[in-house]
């Protein structure tokens, strides 16, 4: 019998190469389940803070037109105090100053008045209480004009030292104009009220004109041509505000938030544009700083979750499968160093190492092994077929030679 080439030895198994092309599979879901919740989450996370800035727009821009509001009640209430109509129209200051003497300490106290102008028919100033804002960058004139020709109130925004709301309005008497006052307040109660409202940091900024503004050199802002003229933690925000100034403009912080990485904490910086009258010469925003590291820590807390609980999952399928594919593989490989015996006649050896099919639950394994127990009977039964015949034939042969022999012993002595 020819002798068999011996079968070569398999060093990556059909196991492991299951395992792999598995764990390649479900890596792959992992990593792409994880980048989907990530993108998710950040995706939600910007549509939020986007409803939020929005908010935070809206919010501010309703306390500006409340405070307005408010000032224009308050300078009606003022220009109908009895005495004032009739001293703007004799045009007595002494009497001017009897009749708003005694409401300018409230007006100034309770409601935050900066400034009260009074002016007769011709638009000339008749008295003021107050200090008026630095720079008197005002069309006050044109303002006291319009009022008195159209007997309509009027409000405007200016900024120069600071910001502040003008509300002008006609004074009255009998149903004419005699002259017209202007109130103005700062709109240090607006920022205080966009601070608690936000909850982020507020800085007010005024781009324009600020010669002879006597402002403290650290708080101008070369790159956005402006001034800081109130702000919230100055030590913290102010920083952050020049390097966000060397990193966007101002239009376009207006159009899109910016998010800078300060000190370990992740801001994002919006502004907020003020109405601007025709004539203005500076123009003020207030731009709000909030701190979204909480956000930015809980998506990547999320995402790390996601990537954990995948590998776990990856990992536990893993493991399961190798333990569902143990005890088959490990039948396939006794079957795989059984066959080539069977080459080699190792018949008893087959039938001791598999074991005999079981009947109930069988399998795939289970018929391939009663099949190579029938195969290794049949090869016996042909192989003791074959020693069989062998040796007959050799007696044949013996037998043949013996008569050879005979006949030949026969032909030697016959003459």
């Known amino acids: ?40 989450l950040t995706r939600q996370f910007e549509s939020s803070r986007a409803e939020h800035n929005q908010r935070q727009h809206r919010e501010i821009q309703l306390a500006l037109e409340r405070s307005e509001e408010s000032l224009g009640q308050l300078a009606s209430m003022v220009a ?24 300018w300490p409230t007006l100034q106290l309770d409601a935050g008045i900066d400034e009260i102008l009074a002016f007769d028919s011709d638009a000339n100033q008749q008295a003021a209480w107050g200090e008026g804002q630095a720079l008197n960058q005002r069309p006050v004139q044109q303002w006291v004009r319009q009022v008195l020709q159209t007997e309509m109130p009027l409000s405007a925004l200016r900024c120069s030292s600071d910001c502040r709301q003008y509300a002008a309005m006609p004074v009255l008497v009998e149903g004419e104009s005699v ?30 004109n600020q010669s002879g503004v006597e402002l403290p050199e650290e708080r101008l802002i070369d790159a956005w041509g402006g001034t800081i003229l109130a702000l919230t933690r100055q030590e913290e925000y ?7 100034a060397r990193a966007s403009t101002i239009e376009e912080l207006l159009d899109q938030p910016l998010r800078l990485s300060h000190r370990g904490d992740d801001i994002e910086l919006s502004a907020i544009r003020m109405d601007e009258d025709s004539d203005r010469r500076s123009i003020g925003y207030f731009l709000l700083a909030s701190d979204i590291t ?65 009947r109930l639950l069988a399998n795939e394994i289970d018929v391939v092994e009663g099949a190579t127990l029938a195969l290794a009977g049949q090869l016996e039964t042909l192989e003791q077929e074959v020693s069989a015949r062998g040796e007959l034939l050799a007696e044949r042969v013996k037998e043949l030679a013996r008569e050879r022999d005979f006949i030949g012993s026969l032909l030697d002595t016959a003459r």
């Open 179 to 208: 002259g017209a006052v202007i109130l103005s307040r700062s709109l240090a109660d607006v920022t205080r009220q966009a601070q608690q409202v936000s909850g982020s940091d507020v800085a007010l900024l005024v781009v324009g």
């Open 80 to 103: 109908s105090v009895r005495g004032l109509g009739e001293a703007l129209q004799t045009r007595r200051p002494a009497s001017l100053e009897t009749a708003l003497e005694a409401q």
């Open 294 to 358: 909480p956000q930015i820590k809980a998506i990547g807390h999320d995402t790390r979750t996601l990537v954990v609980v995948g590998l776990g999952g990856w990992l536990i399928a893993e493991l399961l499968l190798l333990v569902i594919l143990l005890s088959p593989m490990a039948r396939l490989r006794r079957l795989a160093g059984v066959l080539p015996s069977l080459a080699r006649g190792g018949f008893a050896e087959a039938r001791a190492t598999i074991p005999r099919p079981r």
């Open 238 to 244: 102010l920083p952050l505000l020049k390097r966000a």
């Open 1 to 40: 019998m020819s002798q068999s080439t011996p079968p070569r030895v398999c060093r990556f198994s059909l196991t492991w190469r299951v395992i792999a092309l598995s764990s390649l599979l479900l890596l792959s879901l992992v990593v792409l389940f994880s980048w989907l919740g990530h993108a998710n």
